[in-house]
């Protein structure tokens, strides 16, 4: 699975990011994939929905993530890719190593490895509702 993380801070997450107005999900993640990564790619089968909540400098902020798997011959399993973007880097992890990288919205920890494992189920997970502590806070991307 490919990580991203941003330079000095703790905290992993997906390679992705927000949608502008008018776009699908499918179409950002491709935008952001070649803006972040330099490369084209496909969006493909959509993996589930997790939302999140977390705190940031004493301000709670939601999110909502939709997942897709993404296909790329320009992305070499193994070979970490070179971000475009100074601020941030870019690696692959093995799934024995997930509990490690602190992956944020921490519901992907569990759902990423259960889909790895052959459960090809959609997922739908929420921590909106769950009290913030030291897992959903200082989230940094």
């Known amino acids: 699975?490919?990580?991203?993380?941003?330079?000095g801070q703790t905290n992993t997450f997906l390679p992705g990011g927000h949608i502008e107005f008018g776009e699908s999900a499918k179409d950002a993640l491709i935008r952001e994939i070649r803006e972040e990564l330099g490369i084209d790619c496909t969006a493909g089968r959509f993996l589930g929905v997790v939302e999140h909540k977390w705190e940031q400098d004493q301000v709670v902020h939601c999110e909502i993530n939709q997942v897709f798997e993404i296909n790329s011959s320009e992305l070499p399993y193994g070979i970490n890719p070179t971000s475009i973007e100074p601020h941030l880097e870019f690696y692959w992890c093995h799934k024995e190593e997930i509990e490690k990288q602190n992956l944020q919205p921490y519901p992907f920890r569990h759902l990423i490895l259960r889909y790895l494992n052959g459960n090809k189920r959609v997922w739908w997970e929420s921590?909106?509702?769950?009290?913030?502590?030291?897992?959903?806070?200082?989230?940094?991307?």
Do not use: E, P, Q
């Open 1 to 7: 699975m490919l990580l991203a993380k941003a330079k």
């Open 127 to 141: 921590t909106v509702n769950v009290n913030l502590d030291d897992s959903n806070r200082n989230k940094f991307f």
